[in-house]
Nanobody, 123 residues
Framework: QVQLVESGGGRVQAGGSLRLSCEVSGLPFADHFMGWFRQPPGKEREFVASITHAGTHTFYSDPVRGRFTISKDNAKNTVYLQMNNLQPADTAVYYC????????????????WGQGTQVTVSS
């Protein structure tokens, strides 16, 4: 059974930082591309960042580039999202995603999702 379990969400003030984690089980993690998406209140889910299976290449959406960093620890079956200089517009439920064939992106996501973790940024 494939499981993706996010953690690390919470409430912070604008300018603060959070690090999200997503621990994966039930699939060959080192062979999978990983990504993060988010769903702001009342909006559709959107792409945030992704990383290649070996962790050598990363991709970001324009709103988070330069503030967020995705990383992957294949020894721990975990993908991270370090979020700095958080703004109220970053308030959303954040989901991790796994894809065997290509990095998750705005064009599409893999079939495996976590349950989400809430991030709330106050001004």
């Amino acid at each position: 059974q494939v499981q993706l379990v996010e953690s690390g969400g919470g409430r912070v003030q604008a300018g603060g930082s959070l690090r999200l984690s997503c621990e994966v089980s039930g699939l060959p993690f080192a062979d999978h591309f990983m990504g993060w998406f988010r769903q702001p209140p009342g909006k559709e889910r959107e792409f945030v960042a992704s990383i290649t299976h070996a962790g050598t290449h990363t991709f970001y959406s324009d709103p988070v580039r330069g503030r967020f960093t995705i990383s992957k620890d294949n020894a721990k079956n975990t993908v991270y999202l370090q979020m700095n200089n958080l703004q109220p517009a970053d308030t959303a439920v954040y989901y991790c995603n796994a894809d065997y064939y290509q990095p998750p992106s705005a064009r599409g996501a893999g079939p495996y999702w976590g349950q989400g973790t809430q991030v709330t940024v106050s001004s």
